[in-house]
């Protein structure tokens, strides 16, 4: 499994992790924390799912949400970066999307999700256009964050 793929190489490595989940309501998480003995690497994790949360826990500037929208990557790359600060990790990552079935929007479909990932000195964003049901997109969300993230730490090592 991903998951624990991506603890033992944290583990082996001295590194640590943080999420901050929007869209995936804590299921990030959930799958990190499945591998016995995540704590030896993982902090934490703020399911900011309002905007106020966003600003105030991951200190995502108002402005940047207001000009962008919460959706969108310029949100996803600050939370990704504000959790890493607030839990003070080698790395964090962020989901921010419209997982349906309502909310969507001609510009922001449903489906529409942000992944970001950040080590302080270098940050990447992807973006997706999934389908399915809530549940399927933030399952897929979920299990596309552990993609990136394995892919990024293990090209910095």
Same mark, same amino acid.
């Given at each position: 499994?991903?998951?624990?793929?991506?603890?033992?190489?944290?583990?082996?490595?001295?590194?640590?992790?943080?999420? @901050?989940?929007?869209? +995936?309501? *804590?299921?990030?998480?959930?799958? !990190?924390?499945?591998?016995? #003995?995540? &704590?030896?690497?993982?902090?934490?994790?703020?399911?900011?799912?309002?905007?106020?949360?966003?600003?105030?826990?991951?200190?995502?500037?108002?402005?940047?949400?207001?000009?962008?929208?919460?959706?969108?990557?310029?949100?996803?790359?600050?939370?990704?970066?504000?959790?890493?600060? @607030?839990?003070?990790? +080698?790395? *964090?990552?962020?989901?921010?999307? !419209?997982?349906?079935?309502? #909310?969507? &929007?001609?510009?922001?479909?449903?489906?529409?999700?942000?992944?970001?990932?950040?080590?302080?000195?270098?940050?990447?964003?992807?973006?997706?256009?999934?389908?399915?049901?809530?549940?399927?997109?933030?399952?897929?969300?979920?299990?596309?964050?552990?993609?990136?993230?394995?892919?990024?730490?293990?090209?910095?090592?």
């Amino acid at each position: 499994m991903l998951e624990e793929s991506i603890g033992n190489f944290l583990r082996g490595k001295g590194w640590t992790l943080s999420i @901050a989940e929007s869209c +995936t309501g *804590g299921l990030v998480s959930d799958l !990190i924390t499945n591998v016995p #003995g995540s &704590s030896d690497y993982f902090e934490g994790s703020i399911v900011s799912y309002s905007n106020l949360a966003k600003t105030e826990h991951l200190s995502v500037p108002s402005n940047v949400i207001k000009r962008y929208g919460a959706v969108s990557s310029q949100v996803a790359i600050a939370m990704a970066k504000g959790v890493r600060r @607030a839990f003070h990790t +080698t790395f *964090g990552v962020s989901t921010t999307g !419209i997982a349906g079935p309502g #909310g969507g &929007s001609g510009k922001k479909p449903v489906g529409l999700v942000f992944i970001a990932v950040s080590d302080g000195k270098k940050t990447i964003v992807k973006k997706e256009k999934l389908k399915g049901t809530r549940r399927e997109i933030k399952k897929e969300s979920a299990r596309r964050s552990l993609k990136y993230l394995y892919e990024f730490i293990t090209k910095i090592s």
